[in-house]
DNA sequence: TAAATAAATACGACCGGTCATATTTTTTTA
DNA sequence: TAAAAAAATATGACCGGTCGTATTTATTTA
């Protein structure tokens, strides 16, 4: 019982080192020694919690997802008539916290699907899946607001979704390199704030 | 004399190859013994070229750059009086190639933001003026097209080239998971095709 | 005590980079 | 111009360290 909670307690550790380390340096960049020497895991353990490096990469990328989906979620449920104000209030946030990061970082999906999204097998299919999760749950917002008449209606809400996902995945590269928010800012205010509405 | 054309010939070989193997594997996930292999170049000889695997890697990025901007100063040098027409024609080339490739790699500039964008310094630099080159290659085209009256008056062609290299990447991004081109095709129909009109 | 789990250790392959030496190429000198 | 000296380039063995993983040992749990 105590054991079976620790273990769940280094799973986790293991989990949001791996999000911070993967994020900052990449998924070869980073070294499993590095993780578990962060969260006082012995090396021989990492076996007994994870397949291997590529599945733990595979599971990094879920647990990463998921306050992400959580917070918009929060923001939809919350925002009344005004589901796009809240789509937009959702990424302004998500600006503060890059700004306080930096710049550093970015997204880890983004990084990933750059850097292993297409040698990692079991990698790819879990960005798949995180990327598609979160594409839906904007196209749900983006729908509403269709409803609600602040968006347009001759674009489909999954176009625009996509289109969404990957302008700020482009933005966030953009904003590494030039060690600004501006090209983020920019997006928002192009799509959010122009394109999308009706 | 002749050794100096061997010099110039191995750096040459050393470049293409890297820009092959880090598209495809990343920085992280290339050893420089897997580049050296490829061009039959020793080990030691490397340094003689290149001060680091830093350095070379700075030096693949303008590399890697050089060709796109020829080939899309060269559809806009052609267009006549359609430089929104080159800068379509020139991205359904890219996803001709890209199509070839079966979405695998991606772009180079793109893949580096992402894993090592915002670690090295020296990379960093390279990545910054081949991105700005391209941008203004880009803008350049947009601006012509103001002026020719294909593309809207009421944006910048400084913004509008951001908004479509930072989609483009986003897109690219995508592609590479879903092993598909829908993305980038739907990013040209979406800015060149839609947004960006007059 | 038997089975299951955790931890320690061992492993060979590979990493980026260095170095002394050998070979050219260039420059100087006669 | 020919010989000698100096500078530049080429090379592969080798460095310490780290990689991801397998195997072995110790510890819990049932």
Redesign the interface.
Known sequence: MSKSIKKEFNRENLLNQGVNLFM??????TGLQEILDAVNVPKGSFYNYFGSKEDFGADVIQHYTEPFITQLTAHLNNSGADALGAIRCYFDELIVELEKNE????CLL??F???????SEVC?KS??SA?KRYRDLLQLGLAQAQQQGTVRLDKSAE?MA??L???????L??M????SSA?IK??CQ?LLGD?FRS
């Open positions: 900052n340096q990449g998924y070869h960049g710049f550093k970082g970015g983004g990084n699907m750059g850097e292993i999204g297409d040698t790819q960005l798949q990327v176009e996509d289109l996902v990957n302008t700020w995945q482009g933005a590269l953009r590494k390199i030039e060690k090209p920019q997006c192009d394109y």
